[in-house]
């Protein structure tokens, strides 16, 4: 699995299956990371809104694999909504993270974090941070540049006004909830779709229906979800510091039928996230 790529539409290469820092403390992520990349993994995944950038760069630059081996994605914080404000936040990560280039750097949310999925859209806002995006790539400080939690006018804000093109777009995809349309939407757009939370934080694992299927294939229900994300021709970025996890994640080297993906395509959506539900992109409110 860790030798297998998507390349983006500007020719780079990236792992179908990374690792996902989200809650992994600071002071303990570079462990996770140096884990990691022990077993095989090359796509590590943070955000300046989980602070532990400075772990992350860390874990990645002793990790003993040479850094350009290595594809490291950081987010600009859903609040930063000026070109000055970006660009300022793309230079305190390199600096945080001890790296001179990242490669992937994506607008975290087209609105802060407290008006998620309201009305105000902040599509001059994120124009903005766009630009900075694209001259910090054009300057070499990225090697590919995105968004996350875009929604179709959300992005088609973007591609009306843009010098390069989103080259991803992260959102939350699992089995129960996958967005065929916006999928479809990004792949006739050239973006690849980057999927997290593909266990769904957890809740996933409560349900009957998918841990038959799993059964059938002789694996986990964690396995099942990641395996079908990629087999959704997305990248999957499972969450973990628990090495045994981080193995097991990785080891989903089998196919799932036709009959069996359209089933998990369009299974009935997950309504709550449990002791989750309270975060924006599960539906709560901050």
Partial sequence: MFNETYTLSNGVKIPKLGLGTWFIDDSVVADAVKSAVKLGYRLIDTAQAYGNEAGVGKGVLTCGVPREEIFVT??????AKTYEDAKKSIDE???KMGLDYLDLMIIHSPQPWVEFREDKRYFEENKQVWKALEDAYEEGKLKAIGVSNFLKDDLDNILSDCKVKPMVNQILMHISNTDLDLVDYCKKNDILVEAYSPIAHGE??????????????KVSVPQLCIRYTIQMGTVSLPKTANPDHMKTNADVDFEISAEDMETLKNFEKIDNYGESSGFPVYGGKL
């Fill in 74 to 79: 950081s987010k600009v914080a859903a609040e």
């Fill in 93 to 95: 990560t390199l600096e």
């Fill in 204 to 217: 996933i694992l409560n349900q009957p229906q998918i841990k038959a299927i799993a059964d059938k294939y």
